[in-house]
């Protein structure tokens, strides 16, 4: 039962380029947005669609994998987990960033 706790999947479509940056120790690390879309309808009975942003970052080797086959607008699968952290700006604001830490990476479209 372990390995279900703090576990993310999201299906989605890549909202941008994926910023990909090469550490001094030669490991990758790959920072993307992933838009997913979820449909209910409103009071009227009208269809209405709910698009939610998820910043993933992916290292290593899914970060390569990334790299080489990740562009804008590309639908996505991720598997990982979500984590919270917080850093200050450059004005000295703390500011808090959720994201996936992506275990595992699957690409859906051509």
Known sequence: ?????????LIGNVGGEPEIRTLETGKKVAHLTIATNDYYK???GEKVQQTEWHRVTAWGKVA???EKYVVKGKEIAVEGKLTHRSY?????????VTE????DVLLLSK
Request: avoid cysteine; charged fraction near 45%; glycine fraction near 4%.
């Open 100 to 103: 996936v830490i992506v275990n």
């Open 1 to 9: 039962m372990n390995e279900m706790k703090n576990r993310v999947q």
């Open 64 to 66: 390569e994998i990334i």
């Open 42 to 44: 409103n009071d009227k």
């Open 88 to 96: 200050d700006d450059k004005n000295g604001e703390k500011r808090y």
